[in-house]
């Protein structure tokens, strides 16, 4: 199984940028998939999740700003970034829970795309 992410660059305060994470491979079943972020010196954190029914999970601070959305049919996720603080400066990675077809559910992570916000 294989994640990956793009979507990532250089904005400034205020912009906009959208994230995709596509998942390939032997794939029986995704259970969640979604970002996570990390930022130099700092631990990686959750952004936004998405579980297989459309179940939603977000940071409190990116509630209102980013919406995760997921494409079942490509298995692909989506997050599109809006109101860019520089706080949201970070390497983010696509995170996937997913089941194989020989039934082993598992945690896999995608590259890391960098997400820079300008001040």
């Known amino acids: 199984v294989q994640l990956q992410a793009s979507g990532g660059g250089l904005v400034q305060a205020g912009g906009s940028l959208r994230l995709s994470c596509a998942a390939s491979?032997?794939?029986?079943?995704?259970?969640?998939m979604g970002w996570y972020r990390q930022a130099p010196g700092a631990q990686r954190e959750l952004v936004a999740l998405i579980t297989s029914d459309g179940t939603t999970n977000y940071a409190d601070s990116v509630k209102g700003r980013f919406t995760i959305s997921r494409d079942n049919s490509k298995n692909t996720v989506y997050l599109p970034m809006n109101s860019l603080k520089p706080e949201d400066t970070a390497v983010y990675y696509c995170y996937g829970n997913i089941r194989t077809p020989h039934l082993v559910t598992d945690d896999y992570w995608g590259q890391g795309t960098l997400v820079t916000v300008s001040s």
């Open positions: 491979g032997s794939i029986y079943r995704i259970n969640i």
